[in-house]
């Protein structure tokens, strides 16, 4: 059996190589419509980053780390489905990794009408510290309707978290709307993007 030391992360080696393979595999450049509604000349298909076999892992660690470095202390991750989806799932992995008890939520983008009738699917979040999480943000709208859904259901959020910040505003939407702090492991800077 390990103990949470012998998976001593390297958070700088984990964060390298996972922006090299932000870089490989998930900026797409050409005209493209976000689902903003607004255009731009790239895309960050952070899908092919965390549902791949190898960056998944590195997502868990850098996101956790992140949350660590920032004095964010969290019981729940997770956020609006579906690009909050495996985020949420690898922090819960990477947590457990580290011998700590991290559940994953989803966030319906509307409440069920039927069977349970909830918007937050998973373990409850009621009464209980909750970190959203979104894989990129371009206008901060499917954060902002996690945290609201998360609230809803009771949660006390104290951060929003995204692996890609655009650059676009969602900082500055999310803390003036939410009152909570909104952390990005990488900036569009880092991806050559800016």
């Known amino acids: 059996m390990t103990s949470p030391s012998d998976t001593a992360v390297d958070t700088a080696a984990a964060r390298a190589r996972l922006l090299e393979l932000i870089k490989e595999l998930a900026v797409v450049r050409g005209k493209v419509i976000l689902s903003s509604g607004a255009e731009a000349d790239y895309y960050i298909d ?22 660590d470095d920032a004095g964010i202390d969290f ?13 949420g799932t ?3 992995h990477a947590a457990a990794d580290a011998g700590r008890a991290v559940d994953a939520f989803v966030v319906r983008k509307a409440q069920k009408s039927y069977g349970m ?6 373990p409850s979040v009621e009464g ?14 499917s954060a902002l309707t996690a945290v609201e859904g998360v609230r809803k259901a009771g949660g006390n959020v104290v ?8 650059d676009t505003g969602a900082k500055e939407k999310i803390e003036a709307e939410t009152g909570v702090p909104y952390l990005f492991a990488f900036g569009k800077d880092e991806l050559g993007l800016s």
């Open 46 to 67: 952070l899908r092919r980053i965390t549902l791949h076999h190898e960056a998944s892992k590195l997502v868990g660690q850098v996101m956790l780390a992140l949350a």
């Open 75 to 87: 019981e729940c991750a997770g956020g609006l489905t579906m690009g909050a989806d495996p985020v």
């Open 90 to 92: 690898a922090v819960m």
């Open 117 to 122: 009738g909830r918007q937050v699917e998973g």
């Open 128 to 141: 209980r510290k909750v970190l959203v999480l979104e894989d990129t943000s371009t206008t901060g709208g």
């Open 159 to 166: 951060a929003v978290a995204v692996i890609v910040d655009r």
